[in-house]
């Protein structure tokens, strides 16, 4: 049987576009996958044409692939299937706006957008257009989350009552990011939050509220942040959150009906200091049997293990490790490129693994903790009204 194909434009040629690109082009057999494929049929640039052409050229795109200098004729062509929009946090909620309202589907990279609000009406803008819409998470996508969510949903861990997920980079902050850069930059809704805390969130979020049936999920009841702003910027370079989800516990359980999380992210200070995980795991999912760890870094995970609890004297606690390898040496990306594919061949408008509903509630939670950190960003930037020129 063909397989089903995807016809990709690319919105930007940064970093991420580079490596999405990367596993784009990967041959999906490798991956075990015969039943969707990728082709990219344009790519735009907001600086101009010809860097959009040598970005084709640099990354060994086939022919033919368009070359153009504006977000605007690419979401015009009508050959694109879906736009992959991999510019700054700042600018998702105007870039998807601009894909949806040209009528095409969208794979945004996190974070979401800047704010719920935001979210919320490009979540409208999808279901009003009768388009797909996803949020980049990709490491949702790899084998090992699948596992890890399958385990739990499984009981293999029991009730779980605890998650800690840390993802910290240990950076010499001026030195590396300075004030321009989009990881501490203001005006690109940078910080450590929107970049590297949302793994954390996704990891306490995958584990202690995906895993429960749709219908019984709910956002979490309290949530308490502290954030510490870079001196240079005020952007966050480091925040902790720690949040309460209500549980589904029976009512003849003696456990207290709720679970707790602690996200935490840090651009001074390591997940892992060393090498190899010297530090421990960046995720404990602890249950009233055991615990699931997951070694870092949490964006790109290769090993997790799953310790049952020791019950008796004689008894040792059961530990088993699991390794997960990215098969033709990709990056890991191209497992969530596969599930857009799967959807759009399906006429699905949202992913069941990152479903519109929980991105925003993800926001709304960022949203918290920048209200209580003080944190905010320029008000075009949080604008919800489109379009607006940035
Ligand atoms: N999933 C993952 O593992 C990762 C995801 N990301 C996410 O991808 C997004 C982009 O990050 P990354 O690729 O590292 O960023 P880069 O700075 O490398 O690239 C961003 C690109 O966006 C375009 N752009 C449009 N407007 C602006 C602007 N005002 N300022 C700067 N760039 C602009 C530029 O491309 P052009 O000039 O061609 O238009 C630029 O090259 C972020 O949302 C980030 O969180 C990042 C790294 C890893
Ligand atoms: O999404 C990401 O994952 C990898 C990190 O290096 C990067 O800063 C971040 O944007």
Redesign the pocket.
């Known amino acids: 049987m063909a397989s089903y194909n995807v016809r990709w434009g690319i919105?930007?040629?940064?970093?991420?576009?580079?490596?999405f690109v990367r596993d784009l082009l990967t041959d999906p057999k490798v991956r075990g996958a015969s039943d969707v494929s990728h082709t990219i049929v344009a790519v735009?640039?907001?600086?101009s044409a010809s860097?959009?052409e040598e970005?084709i050229v640099d990354k060994a795109i086939p022919r033919p692939c368009a070359a153009y200098g504006s977000?605007e004729e690419l979401v015009a062509d009508s050959s694109v299937d879906v736009i992959y929009v991999?510019?700054?946090?700042?600018?998702?909620f105007q870039n998807s706006m601009l894909a949806l309202e040209a009528g095409k589907h969208v794979l945004c990279?996190?974070?979401f957008t800047v704010n719920a609000a935001q979210a919320k009406i490009l979540c409208e803008t999808a279901k009003k257009k009768n388009l797909f819409l996803m949020e980049?998470v990709?490491t949702r996508y790899f084998p090992l989350s699948v596992q890890v969510r399958d385990l739990i949903k499984q009981g293999a861990i029991g009730e779980v009552l605890r998650v800690i997920a840390d993802n910290s980079t240990g950076d010499d902050v001026e030195k590396i990011w300075g004030t321009a850069h989009?990881m501490v930059n203001k005006d690109?809704a940078g910080g450590a939050l929107?970049?590297l805390g949302i793994y954390s969130l996704t990891w306490v979020f995958q584990t202690l509220y995906h895993t429960l049936p749709v219908t019984q999920r709910k956002p979490p009841s309290a949530i308490s942040a502290h954030i510490t702003p870079y001196h240079l910027t005020g952007a966050d370079e480091a925040t902790t959150i720690l949040l309460s989800f209500p549980t589904t516990t029976p009512s003849n359980s003696t456990h207290p009906g709720e679970s707790q999380a602690v996200a935490m992210t840090h651009l001074r200070v390591a997940t892992d200091p060393g090498e190899d995980n010297s530090a421990g795991p960046a995720v404990r999912i602890q249950g009233t049997k055991g615990e699931i760890q997951v070694d870092g870094p949490v964006?790109?995970p290769e090993r997790y293990r799953v310790i049952s609890k020791k019950t008796g004297d004689s008894e040792a606690s059961g530990i088993k490790e699991v390794h997960c390898s990215f098969p033709g040496n990709g990056?890991g990306?191209y497992w969530e490129a596969d599930e857009v594919a799967r959807c759009l061949r399906d006429g699905k408008l949202e992913s069941e693994s990152m479903p519109w509903e929980e991105s925003i509630v993800i926001m709304e939670v960022m949203d918290e903790a920048r209200r209580q950190g003080g944190l905010t960003y320029p008000e075009s930037i949080e604008s919800t009204s489109y379009p607006l020129k940035?």
């Open positions: 919105m930007a040629t940064g970093g991420i576009a580079t490596t735009a640039s907001s600086s860097r959009a970005f977000y991999a510019t700054p946090h700042s600018h998702h990279e996190k974070a980049a990709w989009r690109l929107l970049d964006w790109r990056h990306m940035l």
